[in-house]
């Protein structure tokens, strides 16, 4: 509109650069929220999402929950055993995807890493281990080891290399510059500047988003128990398969006390680390 | 002692932001640089440190020793250069998860070897020396807290006991409105 206006007064094209930039302005402004709507839309007919199939069908989702209720108390002392595996799955999964990312977190850091080739491959190596389901990496690794928590363990590192990566380099893009500039500007070197001025930044994301995919390895390892990779997946699938739901309620109970207990830990860690901040 | 010749550099969009500037300061001068927020004050002072890289012209500094051909050495020279500029940054730079004592040692860095400071941290010297800076200005009984939690004026006490904590001979401050050039007199100010 401020276009053709502008035409019609001085009868010359208008190519001045104040209006462009408020047309521009208000282009903007309209698109994405039509462009969001629109896909709504669109999703809503591909996914055949239907609001009244789902209240129609409700009295079976109780009849379902029914058969969980109430859960198998006895089959706890059997889970104790098959839930240590599944922490301990999860631990170490975690901790070496965390030592590797981390590197490669920092190679794929725009603010860091300037050479291109460098960082599209750590970026690539990300994206790669992101797009390949840890299930698929589970049954490469059973192919190789065996069944077991062995290679369980293996899928999950690789798989979380993905997740880890990224949370951690998106961190390192989002540091204060001014601080790593500083130490640059009394001569340290870049992994000294790393040390100094980067890692002191992002630690208390680091550990967050560390214990955050700790948790989701907990539950992972749940779906590799579908191709024998041990832990209390493999008790929930056999469980499933036997149709003794009441067993099922139970290992999700036991599932459930983890997560809770890992959160607990990651409170108490960041705590200690982001709490010095205050006042002593 | 320090002498900027033709110095300019063009902004990415197209627009040239210095150009052809020319000066020299002396032994114990001190300069400001004065001028409107936008027309390049910054960029002046951070070619002189070279964390912006020049498009053309020579900056040297003469130290004691050998001149510093600034403008274009390698890396290793960089670092050596580096370490006799202080520069105070207009938020100070501080990290403020660090303690104060680290702060100040940050100063440091220049002088340390680099895989030995990655796994053993700094010496005991060097934390002595920090700690004997922050009792020069009286806030040594504030080196374990985290450098967020000081105020601006203390900050900037603490910046400056950082980069002092080092031999230097070019001191550059940058301000809102004036920037300042100080090249030491002595060795007396510094350690």
Redesign the interface.
């Known amino acids: 509109m401020v276009n053709q206006t502008y035409q019609k007064k001085t009868g010359q094209r208008y190519t001045e650069e104040p209006q462009g930039n408020l047309e521009r302005f208000y282009g903007n402004k309209y698109l994405i929220p039509l462009f969001l709507f629109l896909f709504f839309i669109w999703s809503v007919i591909g996914t055949d999402f239907n609001l009244k199939t789902l209240v129609e069908g409700f009295p079976n989702i109780l009849d379902f929950v029914g058969c969980m209720y109430p859960p198998e108390f006895d089959a706890f002392s059997n889970l104790v055993k098959p839930a240590i595996e599944t922490i301990q799955m999860a631990f170490l999964g975690t901790l070496f995807a965390a030592l590797i990312s981390f590197p490669l977190a920092i190679l794929a850091a725009k603010n860091l890493t300037t050479s291109r080739l460098l960082r599209n491959t750590s970026k690539g190596i990300i994206a790669f281990t992101r797009t390949v389901p840890d299930i698929v990496f589970a049954l490469i690794f059973v192919s190789a080891v065996g069944l077991g928590t062995f290679p369980g363990t293996l899928a999950l590192s690789c798989h979380s290399i993905g997740m880890l990566g990224k949370l951690y380099g998106e961190a390192i893009e989002e540091i204060d510059p001014q601080p790593l500039e500083a130490v640059e500007a009394v001569g340290a070197s870049r992994i000294q500047s790393i040390k100094y001025a980067v890692i002191p930044q992002i630690l208390p994301s680091f550990v967050a988003n560390t214990f955050y995919r700790f948790d989701v390895n907990v539950r992972a390892s749940v779906v590799l128990g579908l191709v024998g990779a041990g832990g209390i997946g493999f008790e929930l699938i056999y469980a499933m398969k036997l149709f003794s739901y009441r067993e099922v309620a139970s290992i999700l109970i036991v599932i459930f006390i983890i997560i809770i207990l890992s959160e607990k830990v990651s409170d108490v860690i960041r705590k200690r680390i982001i709490g010095e901040e205050v006042l002593k | 002692m320090l002498t900027v010749e033709k110095l300019a550099k063009i902004l990415p969009d197209g627009k040239p932001l210095l150009r052809d500037i020319s000066f020299s300061v002396g032994r114990g001068e001190l300069v400001a640089i004065l001028g409107l927020s936008g027309v390049g004050k910054t960029v002046l002072l951070r070619c002189i440190?070279r964390?912006t890289t020049p498009d053309s012209g020579e900056i040297i500094l003469n130290g004691d020793s050998e001149p510093f051909e600034i403008t274009n050495c390698n890396i290793r020279e960089?670092?050596?250069?580096?370490?006799r500029?202080?520069?105070i940054?207009q938020?100070?730079?501080?990290?403020?998860?660090?303690s104060v004592l680290?702060n100040v040692l940050?100063?440091?860095?220049?002088?340390?070897d680099?895989?030995q400071?990655?796994f053993f941290g700094f010496s005991d010297e060097e934390a002595d020396m920090a700690l004997k800076a922050l009792d020069r200005v009286g806030i040594a009984d504030l080196a374990h807290?985290?450098a967020?939690?000081l105020s601006a004026g203390r900050c900037s006490v603490l910046l400056l006991q950082?980069?002092l904590c080092?031999s230097h001979i070019c001191y550059l401050q940058t301000n809102q409105l004036l920037i300042l050039i100080r090249p030491h007199q002595s060795e007396s100010w510094a350690f």
């Open positions: 440190n964390l960089l670092r050596k250069v580096r370490r500029i202080g520069m940054f938020n100070f730079g501080l990290v403020n998860r660090l680290e940050n100063g440091r860095l220049g002088y340390t680099a895989l400071n990655l807290r985290r967020g939690t950082g980069r080092r």
